[in-house]
């Protein structure tokens, strides 16, 4: 509040008010010139020209409420007006870039991805053991191993987790990372523009990934159908 | 998604745990404290799948336990922003729905449910299109893509879309 106070007392001198301030406000208006002055410089120089002068007056009119951001060198305002002034296209606002993985970036080097078959197999050996200690009373299984033992169950289109990680293997050295991977095979995609769709940070190699996306969705085509056909019951069912 | 990662935790153990069956006490309270237990960084600890390594143990001055520091192998289940996940619808309101993903929860904002459904209220609240071919209800199983999270003391929040390409109802369970 002072600070808008301050910068407001500093716009009015400019106007030519100074006749109706009192004595403290004088004073602060003579400190706010130097710095009105020294801000003024500063909108030259960050302006680059005679305009910015032009700006200062009509944003002066208007209240001097727009001038704040610019003093402050606020990138909304300031950045905008920089641009208008420097010549160059207004801002357009572009459409929001598709969200994407970053896993590699927040997760420890050594975490390795799962897809959902791998993980549930692992969960249904330790479900075993399990069922020997859960004899003990004092033992309890906790709920979230249970919940992930489903989830993992059922999102799961493979019989054999082996043969999925062989067929998305070769992937990598396109460039796929093991998060892209593992969110190929857990989606279970049916065409390239679904796992484009799915995955936008796999857009950028596009060309090259067209031809090998192509011969591995046929191949994990083929090993879903293998794991319908012997599990009709147990198989998801994708409308 | 799934990840198998290496953590490490300083464990305290009584000395009435020590003898012969020292280094088994201390891998059964590993997975007491551990097990089921969530952190912003790793996700839901589901299950300890091995111990790597068990270092020698310090006496704590005064008390007499004695601090082990464990390296252990688990499996753990941690959003992020970006992913595709297939959920449960749980419940479904005017604001939105709320689904689950293995032991994550998930909220879908109406805004960010396509514009062509509407919320239908009644005995069984859902989402429909205007012809009636596609529902959003409970049990309903959708796929949706992670737009945010949120990490809480003992779990994960997240937020998700359907408005995307390829997202949106797998299996109803009406029709199924």
Redesign the interface.
């Given at each position: 509040m002072g600070e808008k106070g301050g910068k407001g007392f500093s716009l009015n001198s400019n106007l030519g008010k100074s006749s109706t301030k009192s004595p403290l406000e004088a004073s602060l208006t003579g400190k706010d010139d130097s710095t009105a002055k020294s801000k003024r410089g500063r909108k030259v120089q960050f302006n680059n020209g005679g305009l910015p002068e032009a700006r200062l007056t009509s944003s002066l009119m208007s209240g001097g409420k727009a001038d704040i951001p610019i003093a402050k060198g606020d990138l909304s305002k300031g950045g905008k007006g920089g641009r208008v002034l420097n010549g160059e296209k207004s801002a357009v606002p572009k459409p929001p870039a598709?969200?994407?993985?970053?896993?590699e970036q927040?997760?420890?080097k050594?975490?390795?991805?799962?897809?959902?078959c791998?993980?549930a197999l692992?969960?249904k050996g330790?479900q075993e053991q399990m069922v020997v200690l859960s004899e003990d009373p004092t033992?309890k299984i906790?709920?979230?191993?249970n919940?992930?033992?489903?989830?993992?169950q059922?999102?799961n289109c493979y019989a054999s987790p082996q043969s999925v990680r062989r067929v998305l293997e070769p992937l990598s050295k396109y460039g796929v990372s093991d998060?892209e991977i593992?969110?190929i095979a857990?989606?279970c995609?049916e065409t390239i523009?679904?796992v484009f769709?799915?995955?936008?940070?796999l857009k950028p190699k596009w060309s090259t990934l067209r031809e090998p996306l192509k011969d591995v969705l046929r191949e994990l085509a083929e090993l879903k159908h293998l794991n319908q056909s012997s599990n009709p019951e147990g198989s998801?069912?994708?409308? | 998604?799934?990840?198998?990662?290496?953590l490490e935790r300083n464990m305290q153990l009584h000395p009435r745990h020590f003898g012969r069956h020292l280094r088994d006490n201390l891998v059964a309270k590993l997975v007491?404290d551990v097990?089921?237990t969530?952190s912003g960084?790793?996700g839901?600890?589901?299950?300890i799948?091995g111990i790597e390594n068990v270092g020698k143990g310090l006496i704590r001055d005064g008390t007499g336990f004695v601090t082990f520091p464990v390296k252990y192998q688990c499996?753990v289940?941690?959003p992020?922003?970006?992913?595709?996940l297939?959920a449960v619808v749980t419940m479904v309101n005017k604001m939105g729905f709320f689904a689950?993903?293995?032991?994550v929860q998930i909220f879908v904002s109406n805004h960010l449910i396509p514009d062509d459904m509407e919320f239908q209220s009644g005995d069984m609240p859902n989402y429909t299109t205007s012809d009636g071919s596609v529902k959003i209800q409970k049990d309903s199983?959708v796929?949706l893509?992670i737009?945010g999270t949120r990490v809480d003391a003992t779990e994960i929040f997240c937020i998700g879309t359907i408005k995307?390409?390829?997202l949106g109802?797998?299996?109803?369970p009406v029709?199924?």
């Open positions: 598709p969200l994407e993985l970053r896993i927040e997760l420890p050594n975490a390795k991805c799962m897809m959902d791998e993980a692992i969960l330790i033992i906790p709920l979230s191993f919940k992930g033992l489903q989830y993992a059922s999102s998060g593992c969110v857990n989606t995609p523009d679904e769709a799915l995955v936008p940070s998801p069912g994708f409308s | 998604m799934f990840f198998h990662i290496v007491k097990e089921g969530c960084r790793h839901f600890v589901v299950a799948t499996v289940f941690r992020f922003k970006g992913e595709i297939e689950e993903a293995g032991p199983e796929r893509k737009i995307d390409d390829f109802v797998i299996n109803d029709t199924s």
